[in-house]
């Protein structure tokens, strides 16, 4: 069985593959102060409601983009699982070539991204993931990822409007019924959630009319639902492709000879 985790600004995702099934899914909130006791307890926790074995665990790997918490995180792995985790970052082989300006600066959950559309999908394709940023990427065909776009998430947006005026309080992202908002709650709802599908056509068209080439689009993450149910653009919603990806790129390796 493989673990695989995602250790995200806001969240850390953790997936369980039997073979080339997810047969369980968990998320925590990412905190820095954890303790690696603290952490490894948490994944027993989730290993016994999933009922697997620690045994069971053969292999283990991490992107993350919250380096300050690797240390007690992956200290958590090797003392609770007894593995030592394959870390997603520069110089690992995942079959995706970045032709960007300076491919080490670029975040591994965007190259996990990539890897999961292209090996699941194919190419050409614009993946969005709507995560505490949101980050339209393009793959081409041949899998080399070309390049993308990051704009402030979802959340950030509507904590940004309560935070940043003192007469607009905290709001559950929810699509109201209608636009022409009759009190204060609906009309930042509306503002950020018909904004926010106005944004992501938008980005696609301009992406279309770039590339010149008709290409496959494909969303992610926690809120990308709620656009892509919005929008025709939007083929695909994929909420486990950070861990296809990540189960790619182990695959990846491991035929390689790496691990």
Same mark, same amino acid.
């Given at each position: 069985?493989?673990?695989? *985790? ?8 953790? /997936? ?63 003392? =609770? ?14 079959? *995706? ?21 292209? =090996?699941?999908?194919? /190419?050409?394709?614009?993946? *969005?993931?709507? /995560? ?5 990427? =393009? ?39 209608? *636009? ?6 609906? /009309? ?13 056509? =938008? ?11 008709d290409f496959k689009v494909i969303a992610t993450g926690g809120l990308g639902r709620i656009i892509a149910n919005e929008t025709d653009l939007i083929q695909i919603y994929d909420r486990d492709l950070v861990f296809k990806g990540l189960k790619c790129i182990y695959d990846y390796n ?6």
């Amino acid at each position: 069985m493989l673990a695989v *985790i995602d250790v995200g600004n806001t969240n850390i995702t953790l /997936g369980f593959y039997q073979e080339d099934t997810l047969v369980a899914n968990y998320r925590l909130t990412t905190k820095m102060s954890r303790t690696s006791d603290e952490f490894g307890m948490k994944i027993i926790e989730f290993l016994n409601h999933a009922h697997i074995q620690i045994e069971q665990i053969e292999d283990v790997i991490i992107s993350s983009v919250v380096p300050k918490i690797m240390y007690s995180f992956t200290n958590a792995i090797r003392k =609770y699982l007894k593995k030592e985790p394959l870390i997603v970052g520069p110089g690992m082989k995942t079959g *995706i070539a970045i032709r960007t300006d300076n491919p080490k600066s670029l975040g591994v959950d965007r190259i996990v991204d990539a890897a999961g559309v292209y =090996y699941i999908y194919g /190419g050409p394709a614009l993946v *969005i993931d709507f /995560g505490t940023a949101t980050t339209f990427d =393009y793959i081409n065909e041949k899998g080399e990822f070309l390049g993308g776009v990051i704009a402030a998430g979802i959340e950030i947006t509507a904590q940004a409007l309560s935070s940043q005026a003192a007469q607009l309080p905290e709001i559950a992202i929810k699509k109201p019924d209608h *636009i022409l908002a009759k009190n204060t709650i609906d /009309g930042m709802q509306a503002g950020i959630v018909y904004g926010y599908i106005g944004q992501t056509e =938008y980005m696609i068209k301009t992406f279309q009319k770039e590339m010149k080439t008709d290409f496959k689009v494909i969303a992610t993450g926690g809120l990308g639902r709620i656009i892509a149910n919005e929008t025709d653009l939007i083929q695909i919603y994929d909420r486990d492709l950070v861990f296809k990806g990540l189960k790619c790129i182990y695959d990846y390796n491991k035929k390689k000879g790496t691990r």
